[in-house]
Each structure stands twice: as structure tokens, then as C-alpha cells.
């Protein structure tokens, strides 16, 4: 059985940092590309960051370039998304999602979120 299981998740003050991680078993981690995405209340799921399998190429949603960074340990199983410079527009629950073929695309399987709270 496939789980990914995000933590790191709180509450910050607009500035600060948080990194969140998301530790996956159940599946031959090092061949799945992964994702993050993110929830706001009342919004639509939205692409956040993507990382190739070997951890090679990444991708980034326009609005948190410069500021987020994804990263991955195949050792670990883990993959990482370091934030800093966090805005109130970042507050949203973040999943991480496996096995999709390209950024922005949806992998089959999600982990169940990690609330992330800025506030100003």
C-alpha cells in the first residue's frame, strides 16, 4: 500500500521560512517524479513545485519562484520543499503527489496535506 505522508506544516509570520517534507513508502520511490501542490479555502488545487525522479530538473509555479525550492533524497524516500520569504498567499494546505509525467500534471497517488498558515 502506497502512502505519502507530509509533515512541517504551522503557522509563520509573513517573511519567515518553513520546510515541509513528505515521506513515501510502498513504492520504488527513486522512479517517480514528484509534485507539490497546494489548497487555499474557497480555491482550486494549484501546482506548486515538480522534481524528475533523479532529482536532475525542477519546475516551479510562477508565484513562488525565487522563493521555494524542491528537493529530494532517494536514500531517505523523502522530498523536500524548503519555503522562505512566505507570503499570506502561500496559506493553503500543501500535498505531495507521485507519479506524474510532467509539471502540473496530477500523479496517481496524494498524501493527506500539511496545513501551511502565513500570517501578516
Known amino acids: 500500500q502506497v502512502q505519502l505522508v507530509e509533515s512541517g506544516g504551522g503557522l509563520v509570520q509573513a517573511g519567515g521560512s518553513l520546510r515541509l517534507s513528505c515521506a513515501a513508502s510502498?513504492?520504488?520511490?527513486?522512479?517517480?517524479?514528484m509534485n507539490w501542490f497546494r489548497q487555499a479555502p474557497g480555491k482550486e488545487r494549484e501546482f506548486v513545485a515538480f522534481?524528475?525522479?533523479?532529482?536532475?530538473?525542477?519546475s516551479y509555479a510562477d508565484s513562488v519562484k525565487g522563493r521555494f525550492t524542491i528537493a529530494r533524497d532517494n536514500a531517505k524516500n523523502t522530498v523536500y520543499l524548503q519555503m522562505n520569504n512566505l507570503k499570506p498567499e502561500d496559506t493553503a494546505v500543501y500535498y505531495c503527489?507521485?507519479?506524474?509525467?510532467?509539471?502540473?500534471?496530477?500523479?496517481?497517488?496524494w498524501g493527506q496535506g500539511t496545513q501551511v498558515t502565513v500570517s501578516s
Open positions: 510502498g513504492l520504488t520511490f527513486s522512479m517517480y517524479a
Open positions: 522534481i524528475t525522479w533523479s532529482g536532475g530538473s525542477t
Open positions: 503527489n507521485a507519479g506524474s509525467l510532467r509539471p502540473g500534471t496530477t500523479g496517481k497517488y
